[in-house]
């Protein structure tokens, strides 16, 4: 089966300047995960939907991040306007609904913001 | 709050060796799980192994084990006859498995120590 897609892989802008990250997660998973990875650090939680309603985003910054997941399938992540402290990988992960345990990972979006 | 401490920054193992990857953990919950993750360069997190809290015998697959000790709230990866391949980020992450409602599902993962096998 095909894996969790993301795009774009790289992405440099400049601060104060918007971007939006993809995701398609595997077919059939009703659970997303956005991620953010700063460089030296694990992944941390941004927001978390079941099908197409959020279920956590209380470590998302809600001043400048977005996300929507308008169908239940893909995803978007926005940041605007973007800050240096934003340079990271952007991970997007999916699970079955219910008592599956393990969250498969997509490859991840780099970005730099200058 | 739940948290993941990884204190191995690096680790090197020569190749065929066996190599463990430390991971402690605290939570006042009692229903959670375990779990250690991969990721190469390539930046793709790749699951590895799983224990969840009420298991009584240790984890393992293939060459990895998982030496869970959960009196000392600790879930040590072991990774046995270690090969080029191996050479990666290793993560740590604890998830909450009780009905939490909105906490449930997320991973809380440590720092990663990265792993260097030589030949």
């Known amino acids: 089966e095909a894996g969790v897609a993301q795009s774009p892989r790289y992405k440099i802008i400049e601060k104060r300047q918007s971007v939006a990250f993809w995701c398609n997660p595997i077919s059939g998973h009703a659970t997303l995960y956005w991620y953010q990875q700063i460089l030296g650090q694990g992944p941390k939680l941004l927001i978390q939907f079941q099908n197409n309603g959020v279920v956590d985003d209380s470590q998302l910054p809600k001043d400048r991040f977005s996300a929507e997941r308008l169908k239940g399938v893909d995803s978007t992540l926005k940041i605007q306007p973007a800050k240096l402290e934003d340079s990271a990988v952007y991970l997007c992960?999916?699970?079955?609904?219910?008592?599956?345990?393990?969250?498969?990972f997509g490859p991840g979006t780099r970005l730099t913001v200058t | 709050a739940q948290k993941i401490t990884q204190t191995q920054p690096g680790m090197f193992v020569q190749e065929k060796e066996a190599v463990t990857l430390d991971c402690t953990y605290d939570t006042s919950d009692q229903s959670y799980g375990l779990f250690w993750y991969k990721q190469p360069s390539s930046g793709e997190m790749i699951f590895l192994i799983y224990?969840?809290?009420?298991?009584?015998q240790n984890a393992t697959e293939g060459r990895y084990s998982l030496n869970f000790q959960k009196a000392r709230k600790s879930a040590n990866l072991v990774i046995s006859a270690s090969q080029l391949g191996d050479s990666a980020m290793y993560f740590c992450a604890m998830r909450l498995t009780a009905d939490r409602g909105s906490t449930l599902g997320r991973l809380y993962f440590g720092r990663g120590t990265q792993l260097t096998v030589w030949p």
């Open positions: 992960a999916s699970s079955l609904e219910g008592t599956s345990y393990e969250q498969y």
């Open positions: 224990q969840g809290s009420y298991d009584e």
